[in-house]
T-cell receptor
Framework: NAGVTQTPKFQVLKTGQSMTLQCAQD?????MSWYRQDPGMGLRLIHY???????DQGEVPNGYNVSRSTTEDFPLRLLSAAPSQTSVYFC??????????????FGPGTRLTVL | AQRVTQPEKLLSVFKGAPVELKCNYS??????LFWYVQYSRQRLQLLLR??SRESIKGFTADLNKGETSFHLKKPFAQEEDSAMYYC???????????FGQGTRLTINP
């Protein structure tokens, strides 16, 4: 199993450009999520999904869109990039078992710089 | 609102010394707490969760509901423990995690 994969690893954008960060998992996990990691602020939840066709907002959703058309993929779209979106982005997945959600498995991250 | 606080951004101890990473939480429901660790050039990964009551890599953490704390402890630090540590709170009935700000632990030889 590849686990959780993310592409690209690095990206530089200009203000106003749009792009999609890709996330895929091959573990058949129901839950997928996107976090951003900023110095001194830990990880903050952007959007999450508990299954195909179901998405919801996290703590910091503004400026980002998501969709979940398949169990495997959960892309994150930046509609019009801003310097405040410079961050490291992590995708994570998890599964429900034994009456509870289990640990989250994280991808390697995408480092995004917006100029 | 739910919140996780890790008061120390940086913590430096000598090899062989005890280490304690502090974590306090604010949550009205029944908390489920985790410690995640990120070693250099590696992914964020689960270290331990309070319901399992395990000792992983010599680390333990006890949930203290009275003090709303979930401190991570290890009696004898090793150099390979150097990493970024995050305390996280799972919202009851959901999979959403609320992370603390993180503590960068450095073990000096």
């Amino acid at each position: 199993n590849a686990g959780v994969t993310q592409t690209p690893k690095f990206q530089v954008l200009k203000t106003g450009q749009s792009m999609t960060l890709q996330c895929a998992q091959d573990m058949n996990h129901e839950y997928m999520s996107w976090y951003r990691q900023d110095p001194g602020m830990g990880l903050r939840l952007i959007h999450y999904s508990v299954g195909a066709g179901i998405t919801d907002q996290g703590e910091v959703p503004n400026g980002y869109n998501v969709s979940r058309s398949t169990t495997e993929d959960f892309p994150l779209r930046l509609l019009s990039a801003a310097p405040s979106q410079t961050s490291v982005y992590f995708c994570a997945s998890s599964y429900f078992s034994g009456g509870a959600w289990n640990e989250q498995f994280f991808g390697p991250g995408t480092r995004l710089t917006v100029l | 609102a739910q919140r996780v606080t890790q008061p120390e951004k940086l913590l430096s101890v000598f090899k062989g010394a005890p280490v304690e990473l502090k974590c306090n939480y604010s949550y009205s429901g029944s908390p489920e707490l985790f410690w995640y660790v990120q070693y250099s050039r590696q992914r964020l990964q689960l270290l331990l969760r309070h319901i399992s009551r395990e000792s992983i890599k010599g680390f333990t953490a006890d949930l203290n509901k009275g003090e709303t704390s979930f401190h991570l402890k290890k009696p004898f630090a090793q150099e390979e423990d150097s990493a970024m540590y995050y305390c996280a709170l799972q919202i009851q009935g959901a999979q959403k995690l609320v992370f603390g700000q993180g503590t960068r632990l450095t073990i000096n030889p």
